[in-house]
């Protein structure tokens, strides 16, 4: 079993049991250091900027934490597009309310920037309610900057 601490539209419960059936919600928290951004505009996926990570020693990006079995982290990797080298895996600790937690995610290989489209960023915000974001947290993801769906 691995823990795995989601940040993106994985932060979603209900998506995360779809995608890995038998990967338990495990608990959630922040991991500190940590910035949630965009980058990549120009990747594979042809959809502009995707959602990412970076250090930053002065914020923290809220997280989902699952226990992944070995049987759902293939698809996890494919859904991560890891196994297209889109974003690699690292390690990270995350406060939770139990204490510190060891956990891996995954980071977009390629650059920082661009901005979302509206789409996108609407879905994350959803995923991080449903995981039970705060309130600030929610209002700084449907604030954001972003690109019109047209």
């Not at 020693?57 to 226990?67: G, L, N, R, T």
């Not at 947290?137 to 954001?144: D, I, K, P, Q, V």
Request: charged fraction near 25%.
């Amino acid at each position: 079993m691995t823990l795995y601490a989601a940040y993106g539209v994985n932060l979603d419960p209900a998506l995360m049991s779809e995608r890995c059936p038998h990967s338990p919600l495990h608990t959630t928290g922040w991991l500190d250091g940590w910035r949630l951004t965009f980058g990549g505009e120009d990747n594979v996926l042809g959809d502009g900027p995707t959602t990412t990570i970076v250090p930053d020693p002065f914020e923290q990006v809220f997280v989902a934490v699952y226990d992944v079995v070995d049987q759902d982290m293939e698809a996890l990797e494919k859904w991560e597009l890891a196994d297209i080298g889109l974003y690699f895996k690292t390690k990270v600790r995350i406060s939770a309310l139990a204490g510190e937690l060891l956990c891996e995610t995954y980071v977009l290989d390629t650059y920082e920037g661009g901005i979302p489209d509206a789409r996108h960023l609407g879905a994350l915000a959803d995923a991080a309610e449903a995981a039970g974001a705060p309130d600030d947290y929610l209002h700084a993801l449907r604030t954001r900057p972003c690109r019109s769906n047209d």
